[in-house]
């Protein structure tokens, strides 16, 4: 028996989505809150806690979804400020609540005077579709006058400590600094806001209306690409992939000089999104330098052919993902750990040589921002298949720690959006395998002798049925890394633990 769910709110519905699921819309609000100053305007982000489900670690303003309860849009964007730095607007001037008391008689209680006829509205951004849940924002803005400004200078410590771990006044020029170097990751819509204030007057008036954000609900802008800090692309690209994930990341890297990451998709439909960003550069007068692998997998490299038509550069991979790709339409160039591939902005990637889920995996390491290219050494969601006798579980866990000890600021995987907690991920992975290692092992001394798939529902009774297939590939691994180690031995297809 399905459990009864209650009628979604007017704004939600379910919208066909071009990977043939289905995915809710969710309508939102986003509050920018401005002041001037004598040297120009200042705006307020803050940086978005890392537990957050969506954008996480992600500088951003107050924002939130539309509520039942909600009058407009512009009732909803006061109420997600009131709640996230408790600011509330009374006759007698500005005030900041205390979280405690954040409570919505506090909001609504007499004498207290919305301040919605002041909001301007930026424009309307919807999220692009590889995302599972489509978001359609309404973006505002709220000009201070001098003195609300002048008495909001610690409007930090107002911050929601469950939404934000930190927040601070910044001028426009200075937010796009940090973000250009990448010390602060903003999304589309965000940094047009921010440019388009940047551009201004020293003594606004009104709040410009960015030039990417469209003006309705039906017409607002999107793009299936984002520049999540300078010189740093995501393209996620439709592939033939494994679930959960639908979409694998090409990224482009660098500024005017710059490289492919993994063209995945393969077919001119899926390879779109890429194409039109690569039409732009060449139009701009960039130029590539390279189309980089991680690896051969069919949905890192399917977009290679079609590629060739559009782009004149050299295909740059490990020696040994070269021979399993065989001829190839373009040049080539031999990989080598260690080696440095020329970009510009932000400056050149280091290969790291990261055995383990194929033969000849790379990850890329970008020294000044500290962002790391991990291809499928990790996802954002799920897990990572290792699957011999191509994958080698020893070696995926030595590939692990050596990403570990570069201590990156924020991984950017093959499958899944930005992660700006990438030792937590990469611990969570660690310990996963070594959990799932011990499983294997204790089924494998109540069931042994045994093979790969009679250990499958033991050693994954926490798995669904359905992807034991998969899992078994991961668990002869785990096996086989178990008799490296000296903990089991193998007789045919059948394994044995070995007495401690």
Known sequence: MEPACAAPPPWQ???????????TEILT????????????????????????????????????????????????????????????????????????????????????????????????????QW???SFSTAFFGLLLTESEGQKLDRLSEELDPDEFDEGWWISPRDALQQWWEGRAFITTPIRSIIESLADGSKALKSLPAPDRLGPTRTSAGTSQTSQICGGTVLAPLRTLTLPPATHTNAIIAGDRQFVVIDPGAPDEGRLAPLLE???????????????????????????????????????????????????????????????????????????????????????????????????????????????????????????????????????????????????????????HRQVREEKVLDALREQGPATAKKLVPHAYDDAPPEVWPLAERSLLAHLQHLQKQGLATQDDDRFVALPL
């Open 13 to 23: 519905h379910a919208t066909a989505r071009t990977n043939m699921t289905t995915s």
């Open 29 to 128: 609000v986003s509050l920018a809150l401005v002041r001037t100053t004598p040297t120009g305007p200042e705006l307020f982000w803050a940086r978005r806690c890392a537990d957050r489900d969506f954008l996480a670690g992600f500088h951003a303003f107050f924002a939130g979804s539309v509520e039942s309860n909600d009058d407009d849009l512009k009732s909803a964007a006061m109420r997600e400020c009131f709640e996230e730095c408790g600011l509330i607007f009374t006759g007698d001037g500005i005030r900041t609540i205390p979280v405690e008391k954040r409570i919505p008689e506090t909001l609504a209680q007499t004498g207290v005077q919305s301040a919605q006829t002041r909001l301007e509205h930026l424009g309307w951004w919807t999220t692009p």
């Open 277 to 431: 960003h690569l039409e732009k550069r060449a139009q701009q007068g960039d130029q590539c330098m390279g189309i980089v692998l991680t690896h051969h997998h069919r949905d890192h490299v399917g977009g290679l052919e079609l590629l060739s038509h559009h782009l004149d550069a050299p295909i740059l991979a490990h020696p040994e993902t070269l021979r399993r790709l065989g001829r190839l339409p373009l040049p080539t160039q031999k990989l080598v750990d260690g080696q440095h591939i020329k970009i510009d902005h932000p400056g050149p990637l280091r290969a790291i040589y990261t055995p383990g889920h194929a033969p000849g995996h790379f990850a890329f390491f970008q020294r000044d921002t500290k962002l790391l290219f991990a291809g499928d050494m990790m996802a954002s969601q799920g897990t990572i298949i290792i699957d011999p006798p191509e994958g080698d579980m020893g070696d995926y866990l030595r590939s692990l720690r050596r990403l570990r000890k570069l201590r990156p600021r924020a991984v950017l995987c093959a499958h899944g959006p930005l992660v700006t907690t990438p030792l937590e991920l990469i611990d969570h992975y660690l310990e």
């Open 131 to 133: 995302l599972s849940t």
